[in-house]
């Protein structure tokens, strides 16, 4: 597809679902990938003769944070684009890392549509994040679940997130904003090699087309495969459970001892998550230390991230740990 208002549109339109006269909200940094986020939704809004509202957030970790977004803000209102600047409490800013400042944006920002009654949350990310975070996310060891990386659509705090751009790369998103006249300031820490994430992209960026290629035909059977991967661990799952309810699960301990250890570690980790709805799964490393111990009947009781793992006869329960 390409990069215009009228195809945006029709995409759009085909894809999603929205209200009559949709509500939607749109996350802005200023940076050229999401200004060209923010045009093309505005003419799907305009279309549709819904409501449009672009949620800046001042993250406060660089000094100048607070000037960028006024700048943003002043700009959007001249292209009759409300807007609002979300800022980050003080308190929220413990570590200043990247990870601490998406939480704080993403809470912001949801908490912003939650409140005001906005269903749809736009965001920006487009093809070359998404490589990058397959690649890091490879290095981190993550399973399947983590190297398809991000979907084009997904909940966070009840909030329906869309992705439309994940299949345009970032010169084609700044070759919409060289067309369209759109302005945009550049965040000085994408190129801040002590972040891992601008270490994979200049990495990427220095990479022969071979390499490159291999890393794309990686990614791509990841994203054919995970599916059926997916699918897989549900319906191992659905076959060994003995008794669900939303405190615990209790599944049988011989068939899941006769699982590899892979299966065994996606299966506890979708346990996990059912239980603290959708919470972050623990890390591989204690997770092995509990297939490791089932495997050989070597306890009775596992503590994993607050999920209390009991062995009693034949079977095994989760349940949650209460404070």
Request: charged content about 30%; proline content about 2%.
């Amino acid at each position: 597809m390409k990069l215009a208002n009228k195809e945006f549109i029709k995409t759009v339109e085909k894809k999603y679902t929205f209200e009559k006269k949709p509500s939607v909200a749109v996350a802005v940094s200023g940076g050229p990938d999401s200004m060209s986020l923010l045009f093309l939704v505005h003419a799907f809004i305009k279309h549709k003769k819904g409501n449009l509202i672009a949620l800046i957030v001042d993250h406060r970790i660089r000094k100048n944070s607070k000037d960028e977004a006024k700048y943003i803000s002043t700009y959007l209102n001249k292209n009759d684009i409300t807007s609002e600047i979300l800022t980050v409490n003080k308190d929220k800013l413990i570590k200043k890392t990247m990870n601490e400042a998406r939480n704080n944006r993403y809470k912001l920002l949801t908490d912003f549509c939650i409140k005001n009654n906005f269903l749809h949350l736009f965001i920006a990310h487009h093809k070359d994040d998404n490589l990058e975070t397959f690649l890091n996310r490879k290095i981190a060891g993550s399973d399947f679940y983590g190297l398809k990386s991000m979907s084009e659509f997904s909940f966070y705090n009840k909030v329906c997130i869309i992705r439309p751009l994940l299949n345009f790369s970032k010169d084609e998103l700044l070759n919409y904003n060289k067309k369209n006249k759109i302005e945009y300031i550049n965040d000085p820490s994408n190129f801040n090699l002590d972040y891992t994430r601008p270490t994979i992209r200049n990495f990427l960026k220095k990479s022969d087309k071979k390499t490159i290629t291999e890393i794309n035909r990686d990614f791509e059977s990841i994203l054919f495969y995970s599916p059926h991967f997916i699918q897989m661990i549900f319906e191992i799952l659905v076959n060994i459970i003995v008794k669900i309810d939303s405190k615990k699960i209790i599944v049988d301990l011989q068939n899941m001892k006769n699982l590899n250890e892979i299966t065994s570690e996606n299966i506890i980790r979708r346990i996990y998550q059912f239980l603290f709805y959708g919470s972050n799964a623990p890390r591989s490393k204690k997770t092995r230390i509990l297939i490791s111990e089932m495997k050989e009947l070597n306890f009775n009781n596992f503590n994993l991230k607050g999920m209390i793992v009991k062995k009693n006869d034949d079977f095994l329960t989760f349940w949650r740990k209460t404070v």
